[in-house]
């Protein structure tokens, strides 16, 4: 069966510090992987999403990054947080190819900026 | 462009009682799905129930059932005999040729 591993689970970072947020998935081969944000008391925001191995698709300039560099790793690296960075994280993976493709979504990462 | 609607920012139900979380979408796709997840407390987003826009029979899992109207454009969500595990916040999404949208979310719960 295919899971996904998000982690860390919370994370408290200073202003100006760098971000490493890793998923993982297992059981699947060239799934479509995505980052949301869900700010508090807010929908789902699309950050980044990935067809493929190097390929990322970035939905809103920010400050923050996402790469690819294996076939089911999907990493989001920001070099300096900001204040509004803080929020939770979800990464989030479906099967290749179609619309009819449910969703599948790790723990999620609370990230605290102050 | 799509967009997806979620009217309702916070419902809650009684224990046992039936309860409709409404959502609306624009597009101009004949061909589309249309979801609803849930996010409890623990924060774990699941899938709770999935329709395809080309057929006419509103999907239905268990105690959760939709209303699907096509011309309309509307995708509610009814949860028939409410329990208190059903307190959570629940998303509805939408997927297309070139997007997959969330609503911003009904917080719903439910009193014991």
């Known amino acids: 069966s295919q899971t996904i591993h998000q982690w860390p689970a919370t994370l408290v970072q200073p202003v100006g510090s760098p971000l490493s947020l890793e998923c993982t998935v297992e059981?699947?081969?060239?799934?479509?992987l995505y980052w949301y944000r869900q700010a508090a008391g807010r929908g789902l925001q699309l950050l980044f999403y990935?067809?493929?191995?190097?390929?990322i698709s970035s939905e809103v300039p920010q400050n923050l990054s996402a790469s690819r560099p294996q076939d089911r790793q999907f990493i989001l690296s920001s070099k300096k947080l900001l204040l509004s960075d803080s929020g939770f994280y979800l990464c989030a993976w479906s099967v290749q190819g179609g619309i009819k493709n449910i969703q599948y979504f790790g723990a999620g990462t609370r990230l605290s900026v102050l | 462009a799509q967009t997806v609607t979620q009217s309702q920012p916070e419902m809650s139900v009684q224990e046992a009682e039936t309860v409709t979380l409404s959502c609306t979408y624009d597009?101009?796709?004949?061909?589309?799905?249309l979801f609803w997840y849930k996010q409890p407390p623990s924060r774990q987003m699941i899938l709770v129930i999935r329709q395809e826009a080309y057929k006419q029979q509103n999907a239905t899992e268990n105690r959760f059932s939709v209303n699907f109207q096509k011309a309309a454009k509307s995708f509610s969500l009814k949860i028939s005999d409410s329990q208190l595990g059903d307190t959570a916040m629940y998303f509805c999404a939408f997927s297309g040729t070139y997007k997959y949208i969330f609503g911003t979310g009904t917080r719903l719960k439910v009193l014991a």
């Open positions: 990935s067809v493929g191995i190097g390929q």
């Open positions: 059981g699947t081969s060239n799934p479509n």
């Open positions: 597009t101009s796709e004949n061909n589309y799905y």
